[in-house]
């Protein structure tokens, strides 16, 4: 198996703007596995929160190439025990070579990596389209240029309810609010009565990880629907995220890849969780991979490609009111390096 190490800079339209931090650019890491002339592709990206940097990923698989290089094509279930193994400490690492193993077997198979699943490639989903933290006239100008069934709105500490207001007057576009973490109990029950007058139909992640206690208390006083993000990592989290949220947003580079997120994403389903299938700020690459299992979700939020510049790659697709898997094998994606 031959190994391909790719580093990448992503470049945003704008600055991309949440509670914690402002970014212009996104540093990835591209890694293809290549047998007998086919490549399959993964990715992770650097992430200050999760203390993942592209740069040290890139020297410790480096440093890891010639056990790599050794290990033969297998299913991508087998082969991720192979990754963990490597990688016991970096989930975003395992993802990327979780994901290029499925998108290499696929393309082996002449199969799609959900039919080998036996998932359905036709999906009736639609993605949202995240909106960063801005100026209301910032904001609203998106919303303006690109007309959309669904909106994420990043908010911070400072919640502008005459922003909703605003937004109510030129769209009746479903909308989903994520605070990453950023409020408190008491910004919470003051808020959320008037985001849900709205017509908010989630909220995800509104207080910080430390806050159970609070979260627990928030989840019984109201019917908006609560998703864990930062409080949500691995399998580990979901007996306390059942007790604490009505559903979980899955990221790849979170858990792990496609092999982990899957059999989560069944146990999850089995303590009545809502599932949302998430990503970072990916390529076509890894959001590829992760429209895989959108057949398995009750939202998604698949759109980061449409918030970059520079996209590498080609795959799956978005419009206001669907995604829209390639028909390619494996993880339905082409790169241009």
Not at 156 to 165: A, N, P, S, T, Y
Request: hydrophobic share 40%.
């Amino acid at each position: 198996m031959k190994l391909h190490i790719i580093p990448f800079k992503y470049e945003y339209h704008t600055p991309f703007v949440i509670s914690r931090e402002r970014r212009t650019h996104q540093e990835a890491l591209f890694i293809g596995l290549e047998i007998e002339d086919i490549i399959g592709w993964g990715e992770l990206t650097t992430n200050s929160y999760y203390n993942v940097f592209c740069k040290d990923a890139q020297l410790l698989i480096e440093s890891l190439r010639s056990k790599i290089e050794a290990i033969c094509l297998d299913h991508p279930q087998s082969l991720y025990l192979k990754w963990k193994e490597l990688f016991t400490s970096n989930s975003f690492i395992r993802c990327a070579f979780d994901e290029a193993s499925w998108d290499l077997y696929g393309k082996s198979k002449g199969k799609s990596t959900a039919s080998i699943l036996g998932l359905n490639p036709e999906v009736n989903i639609a993605s949202c389209y995240t909106l960063g933290i801005g100026s209301n006239s910032n904001v609203l100008d998106k919303i303006i240029e690109r007309p959309w069934s669904i909106y994420k709105m990043k908010m911070g500490k400072q919640v502008d309810i005459h922003l909703l207001e605003e937004i109510r007057e030129i769209t009746n576009a479903e909308l989903y609010i994520d605070a990453n973490a950023a409020w408190t109990f008491v910004d919470a029950i003051g808020l959320i009565p008037k985001i849900a007058q709205q017509g908010v139909s989630l909220i995800e992640q509104p207080l910080p990880v430390e806050l159970n206690n609070e979260m627990k208390n928030l989840k019984g006083r109201f019917r908006t629907p609560f998703i864990a993000d930062e409080s949500f990592n691995d399998i580990s989290d979901l007996s306390l995220c059942r007790d604490l949220f009505d559903g979980i947003n899955v990221k790849l580079q979170k858990i792990g890849g496609i092999s982990p997120a899957f059999e989560l994403i069944q146990k999850a389903k089995k303590n009545d969780l809502k599932i949302m299938i998430g990503c970072m700020t990916e390529s076509s690459v890894g959001l590829s991979a992760a429209a895989q299992l959108v057949s398995l979700a009750d939202f998604a939020d698949l759109d980061s490609m449409l918030l970059i510049k520079n996209d590498p790659a080609d795959g799956v697709k978005l419009d206001s009111d669907n995604i829209m898997l390639s028909n390619l094998d494996g993880n339905g994606v082409v790169v241009d390096f």
